[in-house]
């Protein structure tokens, strides 16, 4: 997508590629759910990121972007079963409502 807005409402936006140079501005729009596939994808964001629930993350690799500082919040979960992170300069926070808990396994 290159112009308009992105409402995700309760969706899993799946990012599925096999090869390198895919790239992830969100320009503010939170993702709900959001998931990682394909061996060989490579994924750099290009500012920061919200999710509003889980992040998974089985193949391939997402990039926060070298010499970049784009955050990562988190309300949920972050599973990374098999694939890479790459997190840089940037932190990644988990932000959910007050008395949840987040998991985040590998």
Not at 11 to 33: C, D, E, K, V
Not at 37 to 52: H, I, K, N, P, R
Not at 81 to 104: K, L, P
Request: net charge neutral; charged share 5%.
């Amino acid at each position: 997508m290159t112009s308009g807005s992105f409402v995700s409402g309760a969706s899993t936006i799946t990012f599925n590629a096999s090869a390198p140079g895919r790239l992830i501005t969100t320009q503010g729009y939170p993702f709900s759910n959001i998931a990682f596939s394909g061996a060989g994808g490579y994924w750099t964001l290009q500012d920061s990121m919200t999710v509003l629930s889980k992040v998974t993350l089985s193949a391939g690799t997402l990039d926060t972007g070298a010499g970049s500082n784009f955050a990562i919040a988190v309300a949920g979960d972050w599973s990374s079963a098999g694939g890479t992170f790459m997190a840089r300069q940037s932190t990644v926070s988990f932000n959910g409502d007050a008395g949840s808990t987040s998991t985040c396994s590998a």
